[in-house]
């Protein structure tokens, strides 16, 4: 692979001498229902390895109104209520394998919403719609902002082991997550 600029080139020929080293497995994960995130987490846990980084990349897009079975719209809790309570439950796997990152993948269309009501305080009801105020382009954009939110938060206030969160929007500045995290990530650490 061609280093993206000079300034980048040692580490990323770090980055890809250590590839043909990477382990990859695959587990099962329903990021529509919260026990399956539960599940995941602890099947993770049970196998005592490190995570360095946590690609937040799942989203669901244009879905007819649904509740999951924890009686949350279901683009809210797939795109973002399930990465967020997975990053809360790995939260001492990332920091034990410290340096640790999380990558949360957004889109350009969070600009297109607010959660905020008139008065500007936090609007619940806008996260999880009822079924006669959904729009499903409005759900995944508010969706997105909560994806946005939550990296910079985690970015600006980190939890202690975890000292940044990358935020990546796929229109703007984002090949597929996992060329991400290889292309960028001595910006990263």
């Not at 590839?19 to 990859?24: G, I, N, P, T, W």
């Not at 990053?87 to 969070?110: I, K």
């Amino acid at each position: 692979m061609r280093p993206v600029n000079a300034r980048l080139a040692p580490a990323q020929s770090r980055q890809w001498s250590l590839l043909h080293k990477a382990k990859v497995e695959a587990m099962t994960l329903d990021l529509a229902v919260l026990r399956s995130v539960q599940h995941f987490a602890q099947a993770f846990k049970a196998k005592n390895v490190l995570l360095h980084v946590l690609v937040c990349n799942a989203a669901v897009f244009a879905l007819p109104w649904s509740l999951t079975k924890d009686g949350l719209e279901t683009t809210f809790q797939v795109n973002h209520l399930g990465h967020f309570y997975l990053v809360q439950l790995l939260q001492d796997v990332l920091c034990r394998s410290a340096p640790a990152r999380v990558v949360v993948v957004s889109s350009e269309s969070h600009r297109f919403t607010d959660i905020n009501d008139s008065s500007g305080k936090l609007d619940f009801s806008r996260l999880s719609p009822s079924h006669s105020d959904y729009w499903a382009m409005l759900a995944y954009n508010r969706s997105k902002l909560c994806n946005i939110l939550f990296s910079n938060e985690l970015h600006h206030d980190p939890v202690e082991c975890v000292a940044h969160a990358a935020t990546c929007s796929r229109s703007r500045s984002c090949p597929p997550s996992l060329a991400f995290v290889f292309t960028d990530a001595a910006q990263i650490f």
